[in-house]
């Protein structure tokens, strides 16, 4: 995604830092009465190749600068080649990873319940979609990983693996460990 999205991510996580204050951990009401949490919050990042956006209920960010936490995450990449539509369940969490020096973003982590669903954006055909417990997204590989009894379905077709790996820069799906595959007519 390039150093302007973890650059912005950056700047937005930082005011979300500036915004909770240091010392002790609040408590979620306290944080609620002094209005310190970011909620229904949308970030949207762009890259040459790539949009993304990124959407959920509430996040925090830690004290020490490298890691947030977001409840109820969705993910939209969108490039000229497709759509990738990334959502989570109704208890769904999600991690943002920052390097240390830089603050770009490094990975985003999302669980529970995920659903993943790739479109072609001239005829918004459905190409593929997935569901997983576990999703990573790595920024500097561009792909996503799927954990959990992850399965892919293309068509009537269903693929399951241990692991399924998706690269944006490919448009690529990898399976690995424990390969299922069921063909339907």
């Known amino acids: 995604m390039g150093k302007n999205a973890g ?17 002790r951990k609040k408590s979620p009401e306290e944080m609620r009465e002094t209005g310190q ?10 890259d040459t190749s790539f949009s993304i956006t ?21 993910i939209e990449i969108k490039s000229r080649n497709f759509i990738v539509e990334i959502k989570t ?7 943002i990873f920052l390097d240390p020096e830089t603050q770009d973003v490094t990975k985003i982590v999302i ?3 995920v659903s993943i669903i790739q479109r072609i954006p001239e005829t918004n055909q459905i190409n593929f979609s997935a569901t ?3 999703l990573t997204y790595l920024e500097k590989e561009g792909t996503i990983i799927m954990d959990g009894s992850p399965v892919v379905t ?16 490919e448009n690529k799906l990898k399976f690995d460990g424990n390969v299922k595959v069921r063909f339907n007519k």
Not at 37 to 46: A, C, D, G, R, S
Not at 89 to 95: C, D, K, Q, S, V
């Open 7 to 23: 650059k912005i991510i950056a700047i937005a996580l930082t005011l979300l830092v500036i915004l909770s204050g240091c010392g």
């Open 37 to 46: 949490v970011l909620k229904n919050f949308t970030m949207q990042f762009f």
């Open 54 to 74: 990124l959407t959920g209920l509430a996040a925090e960010k830690n004290s020490a600068n490298t890691q947030a936490t977001v409840s109820k995450p969705a």
């Open 89 to 95: 369940g109704a208890r769904g969490t999600g991690e």
């Open 111 to 113: 669980q529970n319940s």
């Open 132 to 134: 997983c417990e576990r």
């Open 154 to 169: 293309q068509g009537t077709n269903q693929y399951g693996a241990d692991r399924i790996t998706y690269s944006f820069k």
